[in-house]
């Protein structure tokens, strides 16, 4: 384990849905991902210009900047995957609108930094979005996964996905856990107060690769019994370090508590969008995307220790810039010239 690995005594606890504040720079991927005025989730950036989160974060419309008197000029339209888009003429905004579409164009931005925006004079950085898009099976929304595209790459140390031959090995049962949110700090206020990053810990329930459908998790522990997560932490990740010292992302946060989608069961729906997939080798630089052992030489230098402070956010460019590994040799032999994985 690495020096950073014990997230079981944390300095300074706080009331934040009884947990742990989050040091500054410390879990620098995890993003607060705002939808609107009034409500917000987590996400988690995983490299190149990918940020992942829950399906139901998203808006259930399709908002576009195409001007109409009518809804017959709203028609024939596709989103940017060439899908049919039923549109109708907003009276309001004179703009066409949809719903129940899987490319959502109005997240507006994700926030990389601890605290919400406000006027705290709090350090942080801001990316627009390009789009997002959920994950569905058929025409009902099966899956509690979307990913959204940034407009330009963070300068973000992200901490990598964990992919199936990792799942299988080091997975088990009992192997500790820490979720990332932005959600409710008070159980019972309204409005809620949102926005200040906290962690809480746990545990694997059972082996990853055996479960069905969701990762489930123990009890959480943070800085007072009866630690949960709640509203606005949806969409955050779940870390777990692995035995050479790096961490992954293992799930997203859905809407039981104790339940997080697996991340690396979503990889191969993500690479069909041309945007992730001209992204690889920074998302998945030591495998493909259904999983086989393919390491390149970007294959390593990810964070030991994301959970400890390291830098300020008005540094800049990896302002949060952690101890990072060698060559990663997880699932095989690590990346060398004249490689050949299979």
């Known amino acids: 384990m690495s020096a950073g690995a014990d997230v079981s005594a944390p300095p300074h606890p706080t009331e934040i849905l009884r947990g742990f504040e989050v040091a500054p720079c410390a879990w620098p991927s995890a993003v607060f991902l705002r939808y609107d005025t009034s409500d917000i989730c987590t996400g988690v950036y995983i490299g190149g210009r990918i940020v992942l989160t829950a399906a ?6 399709y908002d576009t900047d ?38 959502v164009n109005d997240v507006p931005d994700v926030l990389f930094g601890e605290r919400y925006p406000g006027s705290d004079g709090h350090p942080r950085r801001t990316i627009p979005v390009q789009y997002c898009k959920q994950r569905s099976l058929g025409e009902t929304l099966a899956l509690d996964f979307a990913y959204c595209v940034l407009s330009e790459a963070p300068a973000i140390q992200p901490v990598p996905i ?24 008070h159980l019972f206020n309204m409005p809620p107060p949102y926005g200040t990053k906290h962690y809480l810990t746990s545990e694997l329930e059972s082996d990853a690769s055996s479960m069905f459908g969701m990762i489930q998790i123990t009890e959480w ?20 370090q692995l035995p050479d010292g790096t961490w992954r992302v293992i799930g997203i946060a859905v809407n039981n508590q104790d339940f997080y989608e697996p991340v690396w069961k979503n990889v191969e729906w993500m690479f069909e969008d041309p945007n992730v997939a001209n992204e690889q080798g920074q998302i998945i630089p030591c495998h493909t995307p259904d999983g086989h052992w393919a ?5 390593g230098q990810f964070p030991l220790s994301p959970d400890l402070p390291a830098g300020d956010w008005t ?8 101890e990072a590994s060698g060559l990663s040799a997880t699932c095989g032999q690590p990346f060398r010239l004249g490689f050949r994985p299979f």
């Open 56 to 61: 139901h974060c998203l808006p259930d419309r």
């Open 66 to 103: 195409i001007s109409c008197q009518t809804d017959a000029e709203c028609h024939p339209k596709q989103d940017i995957f060439g899908n049919d888009l039923s549109l109708t003429c907003d009276a309001s905004s004179n703009t066409c609108r949809g719903i129940d579409s899987l490319v």
């Open 162 to 185: 964990v992919m199936h031959c990792e799942v299988d090995q080091f997975l088990i049962e009992g192997t500790p856990v820490v979720a990332v949110g932005f959600g409710r700090e």
């Open 221 to 240: 522990s943070g800085a007072e019994p009866n630690a949960m997560t709640l509203k606005g932490d949806s969409g955050g990740p779940l870390f777990a």
């Open 295 to 299: 390491p390149t030489a970007a294959c």
């Open 315 to 322: 540094r800049g460019p990896f302002a949060c810039n952690h």
